[in-house]
């Protein structure tokens, strides 16, 4: 069974702090990896996604992917109050179209 | 860009009955669209995997007589509850790909069975 784990949480930050949510996947065919955001009552919505080992910024959000262990991350710099959600990370599964979700980690941003 | 709309939002309906649900690609042509079902404070399910023209790929566990799924074009693809009961309340929701992995979710569906 091919997994995705993430800390359920909460993880709660000052407003301002950097928030670093984690994931680490089972299946080492796995090549793409996402982050999604979803707000309590609301459907997930993509807010990254990367490919290939490192670094990929985009705004406040920067996500990390290190291959060779299995894991990858998301960081949020300046948090907001508004970033307050649970975060997806899903895994695109080696041959097949589907991606697997971990559960999610709820973050809490305190203003 | 890659906008997935998902109607209705919002239905009750009483247990026996049968709801459709359904899920469009607006600005783009999915080439595979997926249904997944969410319970209060868990994670996400996929139920199963949709194809335009092809039968869908149901996930272990989902009945696919009581799910019917339909996917008659590139842009629009239905999932039919049959006989809902109140255990099949939930909020289902659809997402849509396009040539690459990057799903985009639809709005969700929440269904309430009395």
């Known amino acids: 069974q091919k997994e995705v784990e993430q800390n359920s949480g909460p993880l709660s930050v000052p407003e301002g702090a950097i928030a670093s949510l984690n994931c680490t996947y089972s299946?080492?065919?796995?090549?793409?990896f996402f982050w999604y955001r979803q707000y309590s009552g609301k459907s997930p919505e993509l807010i990254m996604f990367?490919?290939?080992?490192g670094d990929k910024e985009d705004g406040r959000f920067t996500a990390q992917l290190n291959k060779a262990s299995q894991y990858v991350s998301l960081l949020i710099r300046d948090s907001q109050p508004s970033d307050s959600a649970t975060y997806l990370c899903?895994?695109?599964?080696?041959?097949?179209?589907?991606?697997?979700f971990g559960k999610g980690t709820k973050l809490t941003v305190n203003p | 860009g890659a906008v997935v709309s998902q109607h209705p939002s919002r239905v009750i309906c009483k247990s026996g009955t049968s709801v459709k649900i359904e899920c469009r690609s607006l600005?783009?042509?999915?080439?595979?669209m997926f249904w997944y079902r969410q319970f209060p404070k868990q994670s996400l399910m996929l139920m199963a995997t949709?194809?335009?023209?092809?039968?869908?790929?149901?996930e272990q566990g989902v009945e696919k007589d009581k799910f019917l799924i339909n996917h008659a074009s590139l842009t629009l693809s239905t999932l039919t509850v049959t006989s809902a009961h109140p255990e099949d309340s939930s909020f289902y929701i659809c997402?849509?790909?396009?040539?690459?992995?990057?799903?985009?979710f639809g709005p969700g569906t929440r269904l309430t069975v009395t």
């Open positions: 899903a895994v695109h599964q080696g041959g097949s179209e589907k991606l697997v």
């Open positions: 990367i490919y290939s080992n």
């Open positions: 600005d783009f042509q999915a080439t595979t």
């Open positions: 299946d080492r065919g796995s090549q793409s």
């Open positions: 997402s849509a790909t396009f040539e690459s992995y990057e799903q985009y």
């Open positions: 949709s194809n335009e023209g092809s039968k869908a790929t149901y």
